[in-house]
């Protein structure tokens, strides 16, 4: 699959799988507490009766890029018509970004910088390019902020990626009042580059091959920087019944989930596939497991799959069983390189104690 293609898979047929707009009946889950936490949770399947379920998803995409190249002759003058070329052109004739006439100045590690913004694909995602020079290093940068909001996601987190760049250390210690989501910091002395970033999202190199056949080095390379919890999943399936607690109804549980298909905006098919589970334990108010399962989603003759870990819990409520499933994406690749993006024992721990479980009967 070439990168154009890829694009265009990543962004429009893994778009939003939200359709409708439900009526969540029951008191099991609490939504508004849900989007007090994260304001991306969408109900996008339910069935409600004596027995039901209630899925729910949380999707948004970003990309954050630093780029740099050694400061010549020929770029040392930088304003916003440099910019704008430079946006326009700097992923060649495969982007075709449009102008949308938001541009600027602005301030990076005390040397002034410019910066614009686009949109690619209809509007789907939103471009801003940031630009500076370091006459110290004898580089130019480049910060590629990116959002799809086909994804529903926020214009806030664009803001947030100028917000980061503006606290970017590309010569010196650059002290700045940070935003209080920038709580991890990325550092490598090898090419002298530091930021502060959301503990959720993960840099590493982009080592494209066409730019960098012979890896990154001081004078010429790109970070990449992206989310470990892009996708977001909750599951609350509930039955009448007088059974015990017990393993067997967990298994049982995530037997008829496998089962169950959901079809969402643009005939877009979504099921859970494969459940591996890793463990499964009894506690004082259930039973809980952790694992992965596959989700698979299908438009037309395009099949995309992601491996997702869950935690799962079985309880009851009143005279119903309810089982909750609730899941994070495990990203292993991108755009055909390597790139372990699943989330850490930090964020998976916020996620699932302080997202989650608060807003449910499970105590």
Same mark, same amino acid.
């Given at each position: ?30 939504l ?15 069935? +409600? ?14 990309m ?10 020929? @770029? ?12 326009? @052109?700097?992923?060649?004739?495969? &982007? ?14 005390g040397?002034?910088?410019f910066?614009t913004q ?8 939103r ?18 902020c @990116? ?20 606290a ?12 209080e ?14 930021? %502060? ?24 390379g ?25 393993e067997?109804? %967990?298994r ?29 334990r009894? +506690? ?12 698979? &989603?299908?438009?037309?003759d ?24 609730a ?9 055909? &390189? ?10 998976? @721990? ?14």
């Amino acid at each position: 699959m070439s990168r154009k293609t890829a694009f265009l898979f990543l962004f429009l047929f893994l778009g939003p799988i939200i359709f409708g707009s439900f009526l969540v009946k029951t008191d099991s889950i609490d939504l508004n507490g849900l989007k007090r936490m994260d304001p991306g949770w969408e109900v996008y399947d339910e069935s +409600q009766g004596t027995d039901g379920f209630i899925k729910l998803h949380s999707s948004k995409w970003l990309m954050y890029f630093l780029h740099w190249r050694p400061l010549t002759e020929k @770029n040392k003058d930088i304003s916003l018509e440099y910019v704008r070329h430079h946006l326009l @052109n700097f992923w060649g004739e495969n &982007m075709d970004f449009e102008l949308t006439g938001q541009e600027g100045e602005i301030e990076i590690c005390g040397h002034k910088g410019f910066y614009t913004q686009g949109t690619i694909y209809n509007g789907a995602v939103r471009t801003r390019f940031i630009v500076w020079n370091c006459p110290e290093t004898s580089r130019q940068f480049t910060a590629d902020c @990116n959002i799809n909001v086909r994804k529903g996601t926020r214009q806030e987190f664009l803001d947030l990626q100028e917000e980061i760049t503006a606290a970017v250390s590309c010569h010196q210690s650059h002290k700045k009042d940070l935003d209080e989501r920038l709580t991890s910091v990325y550092h490598s002395p090898e090419w002298s580059i530091s930021f %502060f970033k959301p503990s959720n999202w993960k840099t590493k190199p982009f080592l494209y091959k066409e730019w960098y056949p012979d890896g990154i080095t001081k004078h010429r390379g790109s970070l990449w920087t992206l989310l470990t919890d892009s996708e977001k999943h909750i599951e609350l399936h509930w039955k009448q019944s007088e059974d015990k607690v017990s393993e067997t109804l %967990f298994r049982q549980f995530l037997e008829e989930i496998t089962q169950s298909e959901s079809i969402s905006e643009g005939s877009v098919q979504s099921r859970i596939t494969e459940f591996r589970l890793n463990e499964i334990r009894k +506690q004082q108010n259930g039973i809980r497991g952790e694992g992965t399962y596959t989700f698979r &989603m299908t438009r037309e003759d395009q099949t995309s799959e992601q491996s997702y870990r869950f935690a799962g819990c079985l309880y009851r409520e009143n005279n119903k069983m309810v089982f909750l499933l609730a899941s994070l994406v495990q990203l292993k690749g991108f755009w055909g &390189m390597e790139n372990d993006l699943s989330a850490s024992g930090k964020v998976w @721990n916020l996620f699932i104690e302080e997202e989650v479980l608060p807003n449910t009967k499970w105590r």
